[in-house]
Structures are given as C-alpha cells and as structure tokens.
C-alpha cells in the first residue's frame, strides 16, 4: 500500500516559528494540490514556553485534526526541547515512525553516545 500522508511534530519554544512554520508548510502543500491541516499546541503564550505545532499533508482527504502521536518526522526548534525538556511531548522523539527523521536546529551536537 501507497503511503498517502507525511505526519510532522515541530516542538519549539514560543517565539522560534514552530506555529508559523506548520502554517507555511499546510499553506505550501495547498498550493501544490496536497490536502494538508496544521494546527497548534501552546499553552501560556509567552517567550520561551513550550509550544508544539502539527502538520499533515496528504493526498487524500485529512480528517484528523489532533495531536500527532506517531510522526514520520520530528523538527526540533530550539535545543532546550532536548537539553532541558521543554516540549509536552517527552521524550521528544516518542512515537516516532521506523526510519523517521529528526532535525534539529543547532549548531552542537546534542544527540551523543
């Protein structure tokens, strides 16, 4: 069976761009004939408070508009989601897919033996 939808979890801290860039990515596969839903997880809304954004796309119809608990990739925003815990989803790669993809914006390697 085809793989018919990419599921991404982006754990970042209020102010980064993890709830911009969810919507940027749902936008761009609109745009390109994919069906796609985004939708945001924050609580306080304040500078460095964790955030969690959710991105689907597809190309069949995305009725599901939840948490993704089992992502195909995970974009990690900021380090302190690893180094310090802030993410609401921990450890921040649960339910990751096999062979699913982490990225992480920084310069250190933070994911040493």
């Known amino acids: 069976m085809a ?3 990419i599921k991404v979890r982006l754990p970042g801290l ?4 993890a709830v911009t860039a969810a919507h940027i990515a749902a936008t761009a596969a609109d745009t390109e004939g994919y ?3 985004s939708n945001p997880f924050f609580g306080a809304e304040k500078r460095m408070a964790p955030s969690e954004s959710y991105v689907r796309i597809g190309t069949v119809p995305i009725y599901d508009r939840g948490e993704v608990i089992y992502p195909d990739i995970v974009m990690i925003f900021h380090p302190q989601v690893i180094t310090m815990g802030k993410s609401y989803t921990m450890p921040f790669y649960a339910g990751i897919k096999e062979n699913g993809l982490v990225i992480i ?3 250190r390697d ?4």
């Open 110 to 113: 933070l994911l040493t033996p």
């Open 105 to 107: 914006n920084s310069d």
């Open 3 to 5: 793989k018919d939808s």
């Open 35 to 37: 069906y796609a839903v």
């Open 14 to 17: 209020g102010g980064q761009g």
